[in-house]
């Protein structure tokens, strides 16, 4: 089992920047791929961005050269780091990790950019 908490979401104006964490516990041995899923009001929901187990990442169109992923294998923790913020980018992100022959979530965390 993994279990994966986040945070770090909130309200923030166009242009700013956000970080947000997520940190797993449980069978971490077995996690090969982490990263951040994102879902508006009424959409689907959408890969933000991945990082494998050799720390190599890619991200969606929408948020190349904005948004960057990063992975402490000490903390167990992986890292949205979140810049230039649009109103578009609003949306609850979710966590995941790959492990145990299954894609684990995290709760979400609510992300608002206003104008």
Do not use: H
């Amino acid at each position: 089992q993994v279990e994966l908490v986040e945070s770090g979401g909130g309200l923030v104006q166009a242009g700013g920047s956000l970080r947000l964490s997520c940190t797993a516990s449980g069978s971490i041995e077995s996690i090969t791929n982490m990263g951040w899923y994102r879902q508006g009001l009424g959409n689907q929901r959408d890969l933000v961005a991945v990082i494998n187990s050799g720390g190599s990442p890619n991200y969606a169109d929408s948020v190349k050269g904005r948004f960057t992923i990063s992975r402490d294998y000490v903390k167990n923790t992986v890292y949205l780091q979140m810049n230039s913020l649009k109103p578009d980018d609003t949306a609850v992100y979710y966590c995941y990790a790959d492990a145990l022959r299954r894609r684990w979530w995290g709760q979400g965390t609510q992300v608002t950019v206003s104008l």
